[in-house]
């Protein structure tokens, strides 16, 4: 699992490439969302488009990072989600939790309104 983070405009999104599973990818996310907040960003949209594969520990991980960045006066927003990754939050009912986006343009614009 690799990590970086861009800036566009009030917002910090963190590009995921690689698979998101227990020991490779889950500490990581969780040691960079801190991170990111402890810098006090509070704007964070997660691109999922090279995540070709999300485990159960994975999708912990991300409500993880979703929980501790709400809590902490922070919004976390997903964009370019998989297929694959779709249909594992719809069969989770986590679609319904998670604010997600097809576009980068339109997510970034999101937390202005």
Avoid: C, W
């Avoid at 960003?41 to 159960?56: A, C, F, Q, T």
């Amino acid at each position: 699992m690799e990590i970086e983070e861009r800036s566009l405009e009030n917002v910090v999104i963190v590009d995921l490439k690689g698979k998101l599973t227990l020991g490779e990818g889950d500490e990581l996310l969780k040691e960079k969302i801190d991170n990111l907040m402890q810098q006090g960003h509070r704007n964070l949209l997660l691109n999922l488009e090279s995540v070709p594969y999300i485990d159960s520990a994975g999708l912990g991980g991300i409500v993880h990072v979703y929980s501790t960045v709400k809590r902490k006066g922070g919004t976390l927003k997903l964009v370019n989600l998989t297929k694959r990754i779709t249909d594992l939050l719809t069969i989770t009912k986590l679609l319904t939790v998670f604010d997600t986006f097809d576009s980068e343009a339109e997510a970034v614009s999101s937390f202005n309104s």
